[in-house]
């Protein structure tokens, strides 16, 4: 089968999970003899390349960013001259390439993908990795594990935007006015989009929670949507670096690690984190807490002498992180759709502490790979760092059992075979 993604971002260019978790999925579809080849726009990387053998077809874009966690401003994406532009890219690579299926890997590769495949005649799929297409901030999912009943455009100016608009955006009145008319445009762009959603061939999600919550908020039917996890990583390439050397490196001190991984926001359990870390410190003075990823600039004035904030770091140092870490944790207070860090931990046989929410519980298994908490329990979330902190053979026995699962719930052999399923189920094979 010849298989064309679509996707906002790929290496170098890797602001989030997908680009990685896409990397992963093409490889282990092309040592399994199906052909893959991606199309993306160009931030400023060779317009073709291969990268791990996979044919990477940049097309012409206005936006340069730097390699890495860069991203561009969403109102590139939702331009109608990118949809076309992302359209006519696909629709000369498919023909070059002979592609079968076209798949939108998020979902503003959505509608130039759709164009494509109806110019081409070929089916298209669609991958939701996150909650945009019900709503462009979704904080009711800080506090619900659904969206409300009555969400709209109305509703979001009245009882979401002004939350949203306290926790992530920096700046006066008129600052605020702007942010306000964005989600306007934002939401009937989700809307739009949900139209198309109809239309595709066939819907994977990145967990079941996803799916859930897109069926509950009416934009989805639940049978034209199949759950595909994204891979997990394979065996960690192993550093000739000492312990000693690498903790140097980072400037972090010779004591149990507790490594948190994502960005520092309120959706991500950032402030519980801190919270936490204050108790910890009472308990197991000894510990450091090290939280990887971007944040605020006035961050580092709320935490205590027992955080390092090291911001946001190119993957290697984060596998770095990996080895160095006695306990990962993975706080998040809104249903992330399905975070890679349980897999990564997983890869270097770390238990994860991870709260009871969105896609975590399908990756951590209480008391069996890991713990689970519930959010917005800062205390609770201190006790089960404590408590495997304290009891060495318990991290070993999770992070074993976690290495086991993960690799037979979230390989290849399980889950490659699923997605090439969803294709001939939808083609008809």
């Not at 008319?181 to 198309?196: E, Q």
């Not at 207070?333 to 502490?353: D, G, N």
């Not at 090439?420 to 008809?428: I, N, P, Q, T």
Request: glycine share 8%; with cysteine.
């Amino acid at each position: 089968m010849n298989i064309l993604f679509a996707t906002e971002y790929y290496e170098p260019f890797t602001p989030g999970g997908t680009p990685w978790s896409l990397r992963l999925l093409a490889g282990e579809l092309a040592r399994r003899g199906e052909r893959v080849a991606i199309v993306t726009p160009n931030y400023g990387a060779p317009a073709r390349e291969d990268v791990d053998g996979i044919a990477v077809f940049r097309f012409p874009f206005w936006r340069t960013l730097r390699p890495g966690s860069s991203l561009a401003p969403v109102r590139d994406h939702v331009n109608p001259l990118f949809h076309l532009l992302f359209a006519r890219a696909l629709v000369r690579t498919a023909r070059r390439f002979g592609a079968d299926v076209l798949h939108a890997q998020e979902k503003h590769a959505l509608v130039g993908t759709y164009l494509a495949g109806r110019w081409l005649r070929r089916p298209v799929f669609l991958s939701l990795r996150d909650f945009g297409l019900i709503c462009p901030i979704t904080t009711c999912l800080l506090t619900h594990r659904h969206v409300p009943a009555g969400c709209g455009s109305i509703k979001l100016q009245r009882d979401c935007a002004g939350e949203f608009l306290d926790r992530y955006v920096e700046g006066g009145p008129w600052r605020r006015a702007r942010v306000r008319v964005s989600l306007a445009l934002l939401y009937l762009d989700a809307r739009l989009k949900t139209a198309l959603v109809k239309r595709v061939a066939s819907i994977t999600t990145v967990s079941q929670s996803v799916l859930d919550i897109y069926a509950r908020a009416g934009r989805i039917v639940e049978e034209r949507a199949t759950v595909v996890y994204n891979l997990a990583p394979g065996p960690p390439t192993t550093s000739a670096l000492t312990r000693q050397a690498t903790l140097a490196g980072f400037g972090l001190p010779d004591r149990p690690l507790v490594l948190d991984v994502g960005k520092r926001s309120p959706g991500k359990g950032f402030a519980d984190l801190i919270e936490a870390a204050r108790e910890l410190s009472a308990r197991v003075p000894e510990a450091c807490v090290v939280v990887v990823g971007d944040g605020r600039a006035g961050d580092a004035a709320q935490v205590g002498d027992n955080v390092r904030l090291l911001g946001s770091r190119p993957h290697a140092d984060v596998e770095a992180l990996y080895t160095l870490a006695d306990v990962v944790v993975h706080p998040a207070v809104w249903p992330e759709p399905f975070s890679r860090v349980p897999l990564e931990a997983a890869a270097f046989v770390r238990p994860v502490i991870g709260t009871r929410i969105g896609g975590t519980p399908e990756a951590v298994e209480h008391e069996v790979t890991g713990l689970l908490v519930e959010r917005h329990d800062p205390r609770a979330l201190a006790q089960a760092i404590e408590r495997l902190l304290g009891d060495a053979a318990l991290r070993r026995d999770l992070g074993r059992r976690a290495a086991e699962s993960v690799k037979r719930k979230f390989g290849a052999e399980r889950v490659v075979p699923e997605l090439l399923a969803v294709y001939r189920g939808a083609k008809g094979d």
